[in-house]
């Protein structure tokens, strides 16, 4: 130490094939669940004496088997994978490797098989969509509005956006619940959320936190106030949603 001198962390795992290095692959670095995810995951990793290599997808799914084939060339010790709900060819790679692994947050298409032993953390979104709507029909509202998000490349948000037209329908009848998607970039959120307001939509479920925030950022430009000209449920514990309740 005296010395400065530093382990080269190469030479050692030559030696001892570990690389105390565990890859960390999310959709989307700038949502704030994600990014939440990944620096728990990370701390949780360095207390047991590993590292995260760290890696976003960016929803897609060659993105996701660029990074897949990289954490394999650095050797790592195991992988965390928020994936694309499809076994791909590097996937399919990394799954052979019999590395420790889970998925998370996501499921992944088991058409491919040899997926028995790769564990799944994730949440079933129809008890919490359930009771959301349950809450909005108490508070007076006859219809209800969902906002999805960009489900075209996210099968979290498919799901998300499945249950809520199961229950809603269920609680509202189809005639009154209105269903809409946006972009990845959130752009057509304010589009989307004036069509709502035209047909007589006050209260919002939102299935991505992104959307949320634009909607908040759209209805404070407008002069429209939460809770009284529209109510409005999100997914995720972000803490800005804390400061507007």
Not at 121 to 143: E, M, N
Not at 149 to 160: D, K, T, W, Y
């Amino acid at each position: 130490a005296q010395l400065g001198y530093i382990p080269d962390s190469r030479a050692q795992a030559m030696r001892s094939l570990r690389t105390k290095t565990v890859g960390l692959l999310v959709p989307d670095i700038r949502n704030a669940y994600f990014a939440e995810l990944a620096y728990t995951v990370q701390d949780s990793l360095f207390e047991a004496g590993y590292c995260a290599f760290i890696g976003t997808s960016s929803e897609s799914a060659s993105r996701q088997d660029s990074f897949i084939t990289s954490i394999l060339s650095q050797r790592i010790d195991g992988a965390i994978i928020v994936p694309q709900g499809e076994v791909t060819e590097a996937m399919r790679k990394l799954i052979e490797q019999r590395l420790p692994m889970l998925f998370m947050d996501r499921h992944v298409e088991p058409q491919a098989g040899g997926l028995e032993h790769v564990p799944v953390v994730d949440s079933d979104p129809k008890k919490g969509i359930h009771d959301a709507l349950l809450d909005v029909r108490q508070h007076g509202f006859h219809s209800v509005g969902y906002i999805s998000g960009p489900i075209i490349v996210s099968p979290s948000l498919q799901e998300r956006e499945q249950a809520f037209r199961t229950v809603a329908s269920e609680i509202f009848g189809e005639e009154h619940v209105f269903v809409e998607s946006t972009g990845f970039d959130q752009s057509s959120c304010a589009s989307v959320m004036h069509r709502m307001i035209n047909v007589g939509v006050k209260a919002l479920i939102i299935g991505y936190s992104p959307d949320a925030l634009r909607v908040m950022q759209v209805m404070a430009q407008e002069g429209l106030v939460i809770g009284k000209d529209i109510s409005l449920i999100s997914f995720d514990d972000v803490e800005v949603f804390r400061l507007a309740t």
